[in-house]
Every structure is written in C-alpha cells, then in structure tokens.
Nanobody, 116 residues
Framework: QVQLVESGGGLVQAGGSLRLSCVASGNIFSINAMGWYRQAPGKRRELVATITTRGSTNYADSVKGRFTISRDNAKNTVTLQTNSLKPEDTAVYYC??????????WGQGTQVTVSS
C-alpha cells in the first residue's frame, strides 16, 4: 500500500501561481511514476503531468509551458509548480502514484480555484 498526502491548493487570481506538493509513504519502492491529475465539476479526471523515477516527464497539452512537475526521490515528494493559471485550471487536483504492477494509488485531492 502507498499513502499520498497533498498540500498547496487554494484560491488564486488568473495569472497567479500555486505550488502543489505530495508526500508518499508506505511501499514506495513499488512506485514507477508519480503524477498529478485533475477533475473539474461535471468532467472526467484528466492527466496533468507525470514523472518517472528516472525523471522523464509528460504533460497535458493544456498545461505545457505553464506547469512544471518535479520529484525528490530522497524525500518521496512530487511537486507541481503551476504558473500563469487560468480559470479553466480550476479543479480538484489529485496526486497519483503509479506502481509497476497493480492499480494507481490516489491522494485525497486538493482544490485549486482560479478567479477571473
């Protein structure tokens, strides 16, 4: 089992920034990649960004150039720096830990609200 605890969400004006963090604990050696997903009201959960243990990253087209994902393997932490936020970025952001085998682990989510 892997436990994930997120922090850093909040309310920000358009054009602003937020830094989301996620700390993993438990069977962390089973984790291949970590990432962030988001879900807006009435919409499906979607990929925001992922990063592997080797540092390879993948971003949704909608956030490329604005968001940066990073990972500190020693601290079992993944961080999402969000810049130039837009109202359409408003969603609950979920930290994800993707194991080599089995189902993805999810955090409880943190709300990001961007006002226009």
């Amino acid at each position: 089992q892997v436990q994930l605890v997120e922090s850093g969400g909040g309310l920000v004006q358009a054009g602003g920034s937020l830094r989301l963090s996620c700390v993993a604990s438990g069977n962390i050696f089973s984790i291949n990649a970590m990432g962030w997903y988001r879900q807006a009201p009435g919409k499906r959960r979607e990929l925001v960004a992922t990063i592997t243990t080797r540092g390879s990253t993948n971003y949704a087209d909608s956030v490329k150039g604005r968001f940066t994902i990073s990972r500190d393997n020693a601290k079992n932490t993944v961080t999402l720096q969000t810049n130039s936020l837009k109202p359409e970025d408003t969603a609950v952001y979920y930290c994800a830990a993707i194991p080599r085998l089995g189902s993805t682990y999810w955090g409880q989510g943190t709300q990001v609200t961007v006002s226009s």
